[in-house]
């Protein structure tokens, strides 16, 4: 329980949905939609961070309010906040001819244009065309979005000048943009960015929150834009420098929810940002795992979540140090878990197998509100 004496104007607020219902039928006042999906949850983990303290309770949806009135004007005002922003519609991004809702789960596929990445590192360097063709292979077996990416930000991955950059990804984001595909640009570089939007890319995910660049922000900006702002320990050339948390679940929340006010002040609008927590980058195997298990609480950011897991560090120290292209049923087992965290968006290198499990979730859900 949280000791109401601990508690200052100061002290920060966070709320996790927990106590998952199959189906809001029968339990009118007792639950709450997460992010207008299909998820509903008759509670809240509550953690409050004063100073070095950290303590945590729970509360009903339906005792939310009389709680409330317990606290501090200020931490009232928070808590209530939270949780219209937990609830709060994401509304659909428009990539070119194309509307990407997040009322269900959405799946982004992975091309990578690199000699070196951690996974599938020298597939289609230097063919753009065979490039192309793989990702209108992930369009039609269901991704919502192909995400390309010149340059590995694996661990120990040289810095790669931006001109090469750009001779690896447009010619690629051309052929694909001719078909109207919806394409993000996977990049930490203003001049990346300029030239692939140029080229036919409707976003940009950015590894460092467009930290990295000096003049990422005001591209971003002034394209109008969607953006991905993922969360990393450092902005420099290795994202990977591994801090000190003192909490890492509500310190990465912190973070975001800076940037988030930062590109807001930029002018870049709220229903263009998505967030991404960074799994692997810079981040424990403990980091990673107490991230996945209380995702949720970034439902709190109040705009779309994206996961990137797939074949990740994390799966292979869990499962006899698989190699990356033999962590399939551990990334499927972490996208399952995110989209169940109401992540309205997973980053993947198999498509097919992603989308499979995405629609058996969602027959799944749909048949829980038919039958209640």
């Given at each position: 329980?949280?000791?109401?004496?601990?508690?200052?104007?100061?002290?920060?607020?966070?709320?996790?949905?927990?106590?998952?219902?199959?189906?809001p039928?029968?339990?009118?006042?007792?639950?709450?939609r997460?992010?207008?999906g299909?998820?509903?949850?008759?509670?809240?983990?509550?953690?409050?961070?004063?100073?070095?303290?950290?303590?945590?309770?729970?509360?009903?949806?339906?005792?939310?309010?009389?709680?409330?009135?317990?606290?501090?004007?200020?931490?009232?005002?928070?808590?209530?906040?939270?949780?219209?922003?937990i609830?709060?519609?994401?509304?659909?991004?428009?990539?070119?001819?194309?509307?990407?809702?997040?009322?269900?789960?959405?799946?982004?596929?992975?091309?990578?244009?690199?000699?070196?990445?951690?996974?599938?590192?020298?597939?289609?360097?230097d063919?753009?065309?065979?490039?192309?063709?793989?990702?209108?292979?992930?369009?039609?077996?269901?991704?919502?979005?192909?995400?390309?990416?010149?340059?590995?930000?694996?661990?120990?991955?040289?810095?790669?000048?931006?001109?090469?950059?750009?001779?690896?990804?447009?010619?690629?984001?051309?052929?694909?943009?001719?078909s109207?595909?919806?394409?993000?640009?996977?990049?930490?570089?203003?001049?990346?960015?300029?030239?692939?939007?140029?080229?036919?890319?409707?976003?940009?995910?950015d590894?460092?929150?467009?930290?990295?660049?000096?003049?990422?922000?005001?591209?971003?900006?002034?394209?109008?834009?969607?953006?991905?702002?993922?969360?990393?320990?450092?902005?420099?050339?290795?994202?990977?420098?591994?801090?000190?948390?003192?909490?890492?679940?509500?310190?990465?929340?912190?973070?975001?929810?800076?940037?988030?006010?930062?590109?807001?002040?930029?002018?870049?609008?709220?229903?263009?940002?998505?967030?991404?927590?960074?799994?692997?980058?810079?981040k424990?195997?403990?980091?990673?795992?107490?991230?996945?298990?209380?995702?949720?609480?970034?439902?709190?950011?109040?705009?779309?979540?994206?996961?990137?897991?797939?074949?990740?560090?994390?799966?292979?120290?869990?499962?006899?140090?698989?190699?990356?292209?033999?962590?399939?049923?551990?990334?499927?087992?972490?996208?399952?878990?995110?989209?169940?965290?109401?992540?309205?968006?997973?980053?993947?290198?198999?498509?097919?197998?992603?989308v499979?499990?995405?629609?058996?979730?969602?027959?799944?859900?749909?048949?829980?509100?038919?039958?209640?």
């Open positions: 329980m949280i000791d109401p004496s601990l508690l200052t104007p100061d002290t920060q607020l966070y709320l996790r949905p927990i106590w998952f219902a199959e189906s039928v029968g339990l009118d006042g007792q639950t709450a997460m992010g207008g299909l998820i509903w949850f008759q509670g809240y983990e509550v953690t409050a961070r004063t100073g070095e303290i950290v303590q945590r309770s729970r509360v009903a949806v339906a005792d939310f309010n009389d709680w409330c009135a317990y606290l501090v004007e200020p931490l009232a005002i928070r808590a209530r906040m939270l949780a219209a922003n609830s709060a519609i994401r509304p659909p991004l428009a990539l070119g001819q194309r509307m990407i809702r997040f009322d269900m789960p959405q799946v982004m596929g992975i091309l990578n244009m690199t000699p070196d990445s951690f996974s599938d590192g020298g597939k289609h360097i063919d753009p065309v065979a490039a192309a063709d793989a990702g209108f292979t992930m369009m039609e077996k269901g991704a919502a979005i192909i995400d390309v990416g010149g340059e590995s930000t694996r661990p120990g991955a040289a810095r790669l000048w931006e001109g090469d950059e750009i001779k690896r990804v447009v010619p690629v984001i051309e052929r694909l943009a001719a109207g595909t919806p394409i993000s640009i996977d990049t930490r570089k203003a001049a990346v960015m300029e030239a692939a939007l140029a080229a036919g890319a409707g976003l940009v995910n590894v460092s929150a467009l930290l990295h660049d000096p003049r990422a922000m005001e591209v971003v900006a002034a394209a109008g834009c969607p953006v991905v702002l993922m969360h990393a320990s450092a902005v420099g050339d290795n994202p990977h420098d591994n801090p000190v948390y003192h909490d890492v679940v509500t310190d990465v929340f912190d973070w975001l929810e800076k940037r988030v006010v930062a590109c807001e002040a930029a002018g870049i609008a709220r229903d263009k940002i998505i967030v991404d927590p960074g799994i692997g980058f810079g424990s195997l403990a980091d990673n795992l107490a991230i996945m298990n209380r995702l949720a609480l970034y439902q709190g950011l109040g705009v779309p979540l994206l996961l990137g897991v797939s074949r990740k560090r994390m799966i292979g120290a869990l499962s006899n140090e698989a190699p990356a292209g033999a962590r399939l049923g551990g990334s499927l087992t972490l996208a399952l878990r995110g989209i169940d965290a109401g992540a309205q968006m997973v980053r993947v290198h198999d498509v097919p197998e992603t499979q499990m995405a629609h058996v979730w969602r027959g799944l859900r749909d048949a829980a509100l038919v039958t209640g």
